[in-house]
């Protein structure tokens, strides 16, 4: 069973940045698919940033430019790094990992909240 575990949410205000984090046991980041969603009150949890097994990454359209994801195969752990925070940022952020077949996990969620 994957087990994945979210931290680095907080409150910042509007242009700020945070960093979240995502480890899994067991260490399963270099064969999935692993994904950052978010889902904000009475909306949809929708995806933020994903990066595929071999690397590849991408970005809702509302993120571009202001998130990076990034994977350290060696610490376990994936990365959001969210810069220039916008209040419609606010959301509970959720890693996912996923491998066809194998697993689907989710994580519990952290909360970050954006404002002034």
């Known amino acids: 069973q994957v087990q994945l575990v979210e931290s680095g949410g907080g409150l910042v205000r509007p242009g700020g940045s945070l960093r979240l984090s995502c480890a899994a046991s067991?260490?399963?980041?270099?064969?999935?698919?692993v994904g950052w969603y978010r889902q904000a009150p009475g909306k949809q949890r929708e995806l933020v940033a994903a990066i595929t097994s071999r690397g590849v990454t991408n970005y809702a359209d509302s993120v571009k430019g202001r998130f990076t994801f990034s994977r350290d195969n060696a610490k376990n752990l994936v990365y959001l790094q969210m810069n220039s925070l916008k209040p419609e940022d606010t959301a509970v952020y959720y890693c996912?990992?996923?491998?066809?077949?194998?697993?689907?996990?989710w994580g519990q969620g952290t909360q970050v909240t954006v404002s002034s």
């Open positions: 996912n990992a996923m491998k066809s077949g194998l697993f689907d996990s």
């Open positions: 067991p260490n399963i980041f270099s064969i999935s698919t």
